[in-house]
């Protein structure tokens, strides 16, 4: 029987001086170290899950970790600040990340990457 680990609650302070500070490449997937990677999938996991069992008010405890991320991979990528991202863009490119995140998860457990994401595709891989 295999033991459940606990990963511990996400911190934005930490995420921004462990990850953000260190500017967007460091919040791609496959440069987040494992805790990082494991937390962020974790929250978007379950705000989906929330979402699709109709617990609004529990999305909000999980998104705001990610939507800080992706805005900061978003202005990065466009060259622009935060404030110019239309709400559709930013939930577009949550899913888009997401999907990152949980095909990085994969690839470090198997050992196989089908998809390699860098800053001018983390939304929208190429095999």
Not at 44 to 49: E, G, L, P, T, Y
Not at 79 to 103: F, I, R, T
Request: hydrophobic share 45%; aromatic share 4%.
């Amino acid at each position: 029987m295999r033991i459940q680990r606990t990963i511990p609650k996400t911190n934005i302070a930490e995420l921004g001086s462990e990850v953000l500070d260190k500017g967007a490449a460091a919040a791609l997937p496959k440069n987040l170290p494992d805790r990082w990677l494991k937390r962020l999938a974790r929250d978007i996991v379950n705000a989906q899950k929330a979402a699709i069992d109709g617990r609004g008010e529990d999305i909000k405890a999980f998104v705001p970790w990610i939507v800080f991320v992706v805005i900061a991979l978003l202005s990065h990528k466009k060259g622009c600040s935060p404030q110019e991202h239309s709400n559709d863009e930013v939930l577009s490119e949550v899913q888009k990340y997401k999907d990152a995140l949980l095909s990085e998860l994969i690839a470090r457990q198997v050992g196989v990457r089908l998809i390699q994401y860098d800053l001018s595709n983390v939304g929208s891989g190429s095999i």
